[in-house]
């Protein structure tokens, strides 16, 4: 089946230093979302991604898309004490609309 | 707003004794979800429905129900809970080929 691996598991920062979670599929994948789970929250939507190469940003966080589509990252630049929770990539496992979760990574900041 | 709406927020149940998670949407998504997550770790899809069509995952214990009684509705039933049943209930929509899903803020589930 397919595996995709998402590191690291936690990641300790002081506030205004840098962020990447990573994603690693063994397959190819036909897209990628990443969702940002807040302590005692929900996960919330962030982004999507479809195209080999695709580069997205969203104020600090900075999505990419590799080119062989087998691999994505987050990254959160000047980190703040509001990023703190757990980021989740989201990934198509067979179903186009049925998605599956990495295992999060989760982000404290240190204020 | 257009959104998932879970009730109750929190709900303690009786060892064995059948519970009900509802979820409603204003979204008018086809497609909806039930995950279970536990503490610390990421959400596993229990089932989903498109449209009508449910979808139950091969390891779901047969424990878990659910029903789709209109586009709107979504209930978990949980038929004989257990101590390890105990987590958060998420419940999600989307509609299909238009990005990313929406989740209900959950139910917390606690079994006594």
């Known amino acids: 089946g397919q595996q995709v691996m998402q590191i690291p598991q936690y990641q300790h920062v002081q506030e205004g230093e840098d962020f990447t979670t990573y994603c690693n599929s063994s397959?190819?994948?036909?897209?990628i979302q990443w969702y940002k789970q807040r302590p005692g929250g929900h996960p919330v939507f962030l982004i999507q991604?479809?195209?080999?190469?695709e580069v997205k940003k969203q104020k600090r966080l900075t999505f990419q898309f590799g080119e062989a589509k087998k691999n994505s990252s987050l990254h959160i630049t000047a980190t703040q004490t509001t990023d703190v929770g757990t980021y989740f990539c989201?990934?198509?496992?067979?179903?186009?609309?049925?998605?599956?979760f990495g295992k999060g990574t989760l982000l404290t900041v240190n204020p | 707003d257009a959104m998932v709406i879970q009730n109750p927020r929190y709900q303690v149940t009786q060892f064995g004794k059948p519970v009900t998670l509802s979820c409603s949407q204003t979204l008018n998504h086809n497609v909806m979800y039930w995950y279970q997550q536990k503490s610390s770790q990421a959400p596993k899809l229990l089932f989903h429905?498109?449209?009508?069509?449910?979808?139950n995952e091969a390891d779901t214990p047969d424990n878990f129900q659910s029903r789709r009684p209109n586009t709107s509705f979504c209930f978990l039933d949980i038929r004989s809970p257990g101590l390890g049943d105990a987590a958060m209930y998420l419940c999600a929509t989307s509609s299909i080929g238009r990005g990313g899903y929406t989740f209900g803020s959950g139910t917390r589930l606690t079994v006594v």
């Open positions: 429905y498109y449209d009508k069509d449910f979808n």
């Open positions: 397959t190819t994948l036909s897209n």
């Open positions: 989201v990934f198509s496992g067979g179903s186009n609309y049925k998605l599956t």
């Open positions: 991604l479809v195209k080999s190469g």
